[in-house]
């Protein structure tokens, strides 16, 4: 096995090439694939668009998220808002906390739905440009 990996590795030999012949038909540094231009879409309005409005949605989202998080330990470690019982025993940062995780639950829910509608789009940019749209 070490062979194998030092065969791999080891690129000065043209035949370590012959017998690795699938790693010859992978291009990684190839802007095409299967025939898509992906410097045409990166320049297309419609690629813009879509760019503009999913960062539209997660900038803030991520904000919301972070700050939403972020305000419980500054919350219970410089003040005392959240120590008053809110029902019963149970004070207001277990609401809080507990809050949390449902909001965590519901973003991911709100992040599946519109990322399913961005992946749509995105499919359609796609197919455009097999068609041959963006020339």
């Given at each position: 096995?070490?062979?194998?990996?030092?065969?791999v590795?080891?690129?000065?030999?043209?035949?370590?090439?012959?017998?690795?012949?699938?790693?010859?038909?992978?291009?990684?540094?190839?802007?095409?694939?299967?025939?898509i231009?992906?410097?045409?879409?990166?320049?297309?309005?419609?690629?813009?668009?879509?760019?503009?409005?999913?960062?539209?949605?997660?900038?803030?989202?991520?904000?919301?998220?972070?700050?939403?998080?972020?305000?419980?330990?500054?919350?219970?470690?410089?003040?005392?808002?959240?120590?008053?019982?809110?029902?019963?025993?149970?004070?207001?940062?277990?609401?809080?906390?507990?809050?949390?995780?449902?909001?965590?639950?519901?973003?991911?829910?709100?992040?599946?739905?519109?990322?399913?509608?961005?992946?749509k789009?995105?499919?359609?940019?796609?197919?455009?440009?097999?068609?041959?749209?963006?020339?």
């Amino acid at each position: 096995m070490a062979n194998n990996l030092e065969s791999v590795f080891n690129t000065a030999s043209p035949s370590n090439l012959k017998t690795h012949s699938k790693v010859e038909e992978v291009n990684i540094y190839s802007n095409t694939s299967e025939g898509i231009n992906y410097s045409a879409i990166a320049q297309s309005p419609e690629f813009k668009t879509l760019k503009r409005k999913k960062n539209k949605f997660i900038l803030p989202i991520s904000i919301f998220f972070l700050l939403s998080y972020i305000s419980l330990p500054i919350l219970t470690s410089y003040t005392t808002l959240l120590n008053n019982n809110a029902f019963g025993d149970v004070a207001w940062v277990w609401v809080y906390a507990i809050s949390l995780f449902v909001m965590t639950w519901v973003l991911c829910m709100i992040y599946v739905s519109k990322a399913n509608g961005f992946d749509k789009e995105a499919n359609q940019i796609v197919e455009k440009e097999k068609a041959g749209g963006y020339e």
